[in-house]
């Protein structure tokens, strides 16, 4: 089973970067799209940017200007460029990969807190 691990999170304070990563452990074939989550304290998990294999690419409007998706496909590894951080963006990040168009990979997160 493949499986995905996410890293590049920590401690950092407002207006800082950070660059998540989200690494498979093997290639993965016909995927449909990647996407990254957050999830903050107490609250539930909601997509901050996604893109799909038509270059369809989204972002969520509270990370649109600060946050860029991007992939090294070759590494089969995908990225989380996050910069302009604010206190509301802490919580733990996970990355998915839905490929065949049914099947869903998850990562087990990464914690980001940014401190004021």
């Known amino acids: 089973q493949v499986q995905l691990v996410e890293s590049g999170g920590g401690l950092v304070q407002s207006g800082g970067s950070l660059r998540l990563s989200c690494a498979a452990s093997?290639?993965?074939?016909?995927?449909?799209?990647v996407g990254w989550y957050h999830q903050a304290p107490g609250k539930q998990r909601e997509r901050v940017a996604s893109s799909d294999m038509s270059g369809t690419i989204y972002y969520a409007d509270s990370v649109k200007g600060r946050f860029t998706i991007s992939s090294d496909e070759a590494k089969s590894t995908w990225y989380l460029q996050m910069s302009g951080l604010k206190p509301g963006d802490t919580g733990v990040y996970s990355c998915n990969v839905r490929y065949g168009f049914r099947y869903d990979l998850w990562g087990q997160g990464t914690g980001v807190t940014v401190s004021s």
């Open positions: 093997a290639r993965i074939y016909n995927i449909n799209a």
